[in-house]
């Protein structure tokens, strides 16, 4: 009865992880108060103290998070990438917990990016929101007899998110005794990507080319956006009627129709890695409904990762066994993905390369054979086994690989573990990676 | 002819391009080509004037949120909150005006003369919603406090415009934040808290000292 005992664990320990995030939020605060209250008394006090006391608050509980919500990150991501995924994590779920909008706030948004109120734009506005979305909060609204979902953003997030980064990031860089060089790179990505989560006139743009991208695979449903209606704190949207994934699974679904979900939700990401070179990189259960004609619906296109050439091509040749067995090759592959770098001796070129070559081929696991059974636990034990060894080697306390790493392991990983979930089997050799087997040697 | 309109005109123009208020009425009503008593008969000063158009901000920020469809519905929380949004968003479009009028007053914790218009305006406004909620239960009606909740409104009122007046953010959402958020722990400060539940346990336990020897303990 394993199988039970790891579906009832997931939801608990998201409970627990947003519970830590609203203890910081508490400790946060108190910061600030404390702050103020000294400076009543000494007002020439500066605010390094308070940051100080606050990067302490936030990173404590960031890093008693690292255990066990980021075991899978921890896979692939050399122990220092996942920080990055830490803060990820952390600053969207911080912002789930922030409250709701008032009224007056939302209309005052309108105004200001309408000039009109949502009661002269949509026949019907209900003020009171229906759910959260990550960084804002949705409302159901109607016009013309269509039922539309309204996404309106939190002032102030896209600030916050610079601002919270910025006051964590040399605080932690001490902490952890690592090089603030060393870990730029991939603290950049994020901000990057947490950046363009908040500029709705870009997901409304990149949503409709998905869409119509991926309007002729199987089973897949996008709602139709309405730019508009939309603009930089606002989007519209059609309201897609289902069931979240959670919900889903509790009505007991048959195998064939788990499968075909599996089978949707598999295409859907490899037709997007493989074909389009840019993926919808936020594979959240939330951000998926099962519709009542079973069909998948996919909502929200805030995060997109687009994969370059030179990050696509050495990374998913490895999946290959034809590249695999080319030991000169694969140590090539590695070291344009930096998972080998220029400065390591014989010794530990060989050492990675045996590490990295499991690794991989543990992950290209689904890709090997035309179907793969996502329901087996062994697989996934392998995978969390791998990753808690390896976060206990000391041969991977450096940073290693590219950034891009960051992204593309939340995805796939995340959909693996939506597959699972589902319990589903799929055949895996839909939309299957474009592989090469020789490198050029670069000039540099 | 000139009207109270014209002259507020006139007088923003001249306090915007010159920076400063005219030397004299004498020199202001030259220059706008109109008699000195002429001004008198709308303003007695310039400071009158500056008054007179913060007080009009005001007045009409409530006729317009007051005619919103939702206004019925709205809260006493709701209400504040909708005030702070469509005063600030009346007042950019006199923006530099603002920001010239305020820098100008001195430092300090007394109300400047040119919002006592304005105050009046505010605190009767801030009466009439406070003693709403009060009636509903949705605000605490606390001896002494509550009649000084429209102060506390107030102050609040005072440290959005400084915030408004120094923020540098696109479309000034940073004031939008500082509205939420401020108003919001205001309102929860007005409402029934644990304070005043540890109030009137506390009242509870002195009203009841006695009742440790009537309940014979020790005996």
Known sequence: MSDTKEQSSIPTSKVERSAKFVTTGFKVGGNYIKHYSKKLFNPDMDRSELNEDNAADIYQSLSELKGSALKVAQMLSMDKNLLPQAYVDKFTQSQYNAPPLSGPLIIQTFKKYFGKSPAQIYDQFNIKSSNAASIGQVHQAELNGKKLAVKIQYPGVGDSISSDLKLVKPFAFRLLGMSEKELDVYMREVEERLLEETDYELEVRRSIEFSNACANLNNIVFPKYYPELSGRRIITMDWLEGKHLREFLATNPSQELRNKIGQALWDFYNFQQHELRAVHADPHPGNFMITADEKLGVIDFGCIKEMPNDFYYPFFSLTSTNLFDNKEETIKAFRKLEMILPNDTPAQVEFYYTIYKQMISLFAKPYIADTFDFSKTGFFDELFGFGEKISKMPEFKQARGVKHFIYVNRTNFGLYNILHELKAQVKTDTYKPHVVERFEVDAN | ?219
């Open chain 2, 1 to 219: 002819m000139a009207t109270t309109e014209s002259i507020q005109k006139a007088y923003i123009n001249y306090v915007l391009t010159e920076g400063q208020q005219p030397k004299s009425v004498y020199v202001f009503a030259k220059k706008n080509k109109m008699p000195e008593d002429e001004f008198y008969r709308y303003f007695g000063s310039f400071d009158a004037i500056e008054q007179f158009i913060w007080a009009d901000l005001a007045n009409r920020t409530l006729t317009e949120i007051k005619t919103q469809e939702v206004w019925g519905q709205y809260s006493a929380r709701e209400k504040a909150l909708s005030f702070f949004y469509s005063f600030f968003e009346l007042l950019k479009s006199s923006r530099s005006f603002a920001v010239y009028s305020v820098k100008k007053q001195p430092k300090g914790f007394t109300t400047p003369a040119i919002f006592t218009g304005l105050k009046t305006a505010f605190e009767n406004f801030a009466d009439e919603i406070l003693k709403e909620g009060i009636e509903s239960t949705e605000l605490s009606d606390r001896k002494f406090l509550s009649k000084r909740y429209k102060d506390a409104l107030w102050v609040q009122f005072g440290f959005v415009l400084h915030f408004w007046i120094n923020d540098n953010s696109a479309g000034f959402e940073k004031t939008d934040e500082a509205i939420e958020k401020g108003v919001n722990v205001t309102f929860d400060l007005f409402q029934r808290s644990p304070i005043d539940n540890l109030f009137e346990y506390g009242k509870f336990l002195a009203q009841n000292s006695g009742l440790k020897e009537t309940m014979g303990f020790g005996n």
